[in-house]
């Protein structure tokens, strides 16, 4: 392995010297790099046939990796060899990377340049995210925000009624409790009631609904808020689902299958997750499962889930590049991927139409992605997040699975952090 | 004989006459082009580069020893490092030791030795990522063939991956499965012992016990210093594919070994000179750990003395 990453290093080295040595064709051929499942590149594949369509003088060549992580790995060894795809969509929680780096180039002065869309046609906590250092740099797709998927027919086995928009912290825990059950009686839990992952992005919407804060200044964060009352408490609310309450799979059971997976085979009655999972979720043939807001505390809150579309700084086509950009974020564009139930879309006019909310698909619920956008929050956007998310998800996923205290993960999570947000603070 | 057969063939076919010298270096060239590229080069770029600041994206510059300082402040450097060491003082005297056993086990022929020894070699030739994901079903502690197994006997099912000390374990076992090249090259270096020394010992009056020590280990040893420093060095890079498929250096960093971390800091840190400088500090401590044998126990040269 250890060669492999040093050939990887090489073959760096050399795509570097080639596309010094090579002057680019001057053609009207761009590149278009997404990461997803195969039910996400049939909609991508759409949208860039319909495009072709519109614009036959551009030809789009889609390049797809399914793994977000390897994705990464692949964009840092195409922007260090100097060869990037020319359109680019990213997370807004991974963007900054790139963005800070030189690597992206603006998009501010195209949208406003643009006849075809403009900001204010977006919801605007999509553009926010995309927004760095007083500069638009990705055009959001979607605004999928973290729902509840529930099992129905389980909840009609049990006899529990369904969630409601508003249910609360305590409806959400009577129905886990009911639902979490040892059907063959062998000592071992058959049915979960609920699954969560524990990381910060699953834990930061409970510390808003408790009323807390995830970082000190959302534009200059310093650092995470964890040992506030409110992020505390609710920090422990979410561990007690499995230290406590048992509502939710332990390590042991984690580790045996995935809550996703349990979800899949009709075993779990409530997972946790964006509207990514819908592509997927809408092959399930033997149970009706429908989506509910998360439940709320003190106040009602869920957690931004956005991609962007990027162009590369080098791109040597900037106006074809920018033109397919606009075109996927267009009313026509957004339809089509959102079609395939892959996204919110972030055009306020797409999420209000019915590809979108068509009726026959599930979930039927699929207004409240749109009913619960002034509840959500975001991440701050900064270069050393991808860290921050890992090193303090580490430390939840402790406590989450009994292995430290609340308090203990919240103080190495505090301390472990400190450098990625200094990275931030000394540069600017 | 050798060199004979290479002259006539060279003469007689490409009827062009190259002193042999000459013709080992032209048959090395393509060997030593692929060093060149895929060794040489790459090891001195990561040499400059961890030395430099560099993101991926952008371009590298000097910081002279700026990755050095803050790798070594680092505690989780200083846990991956020590997770390695951990690692290479289980594994390789337990890879040897069963290399070693399996060698002299099937050493002679007898009934279905063909089969016993392809089955000892087999997992060795199973690719790394295809190999890792059969333990993690194996290590499934509910499903996993393994707890199955150790429920039915009665035993106690441990948790495997979700436990520090039990996943750390699991990637010790799992790699002393693939022994296969050190038991080839000490079956080789078994038949190397001549029969005599075995026989007159006999007539001498030595038991089994005594031949194995008297003779077989200290001929063996040549070839046991040999495989303990490959082993050393395969074992350190080869943590990497279970770690990273398996555990993803959980729970709770137990089993983040260096080239784990040396993955992770550039691959989504994008901090490719801190990857380059811990990839040079994890050489230099393996180097370090070689030296210590050698001047421990020296290079075993008894095979001479013989």
Redo the contacts between chains.
Sequence with gaps: ???R???G??LI?VLMIIAACQSKQEDNTISFSIFGDPAELAAYEDLVAAFSEAHPEITVQLQHIPGQ?DY??RL??D??SGEPPDVILLNYRRFA??A????LEPLGSYLANSDLIQESDFFQVAIDSFYMDGSLWCIPQNISSLVVYYNKDMFDAANVPYPTNDWTHEDFLAAARALTRDVDGDG?IDEYGASIDPSIFRLAPIIWQFGGQLVDDLDHPTRLMLDTPQATAAFQWFVDLQVKEHVVPD???????EGESRFLNGRLAMYFNSRRGVPTYRTITNFDWDVAPLPRGQQAASILHSDGYCMAQSTQNKEAAWTFIEFANSTAGQTIVAQSGRTVPSLIAVASSPAFLNPDLPPANSQIYIDTVPTLGRVPTMH?W??IE?TAG?EI??AF?G?ATVQEAIESALT?TESFFDQVNTQN | MLKEQLTRFSTRKLSVRMPYSAQIRFFLLPYLFGTLILVIIPAVATALIAFTDYKAVGLPTFVGLANFRQLMGSALVRLSLRNSVIYLLLAVPLRLLGALTLALLLQHRRRFFGLYRAAVYIPTVIPEAAYALLWLWIFNPVYGPLNLFLGWLGLPAPAWLTEPTTARLAIVILSLFQIGEGFVVLLAGLQNIPRSFYESAKVDGANSWQSFWQITLPLLSPWLMLLTFRDLIMSLQNTFTPSFMITYGGPYYATTFAPLLIYELAFDYFELGLAAALLILTYVLLGLIVMGIINIVGLGGSADEA
């Design positions: 392995m250890f060669h990453f040093i050939q290093l090489f080295s992580s990464r790995q840092a060894a922007f260090s990377t790139f800070e780096q030189g690597g071992r390590a042991v059971a984690e580790s045996a299958e050393t991808v860290g890992e580490n996923e402790r699975y292995q472990l």
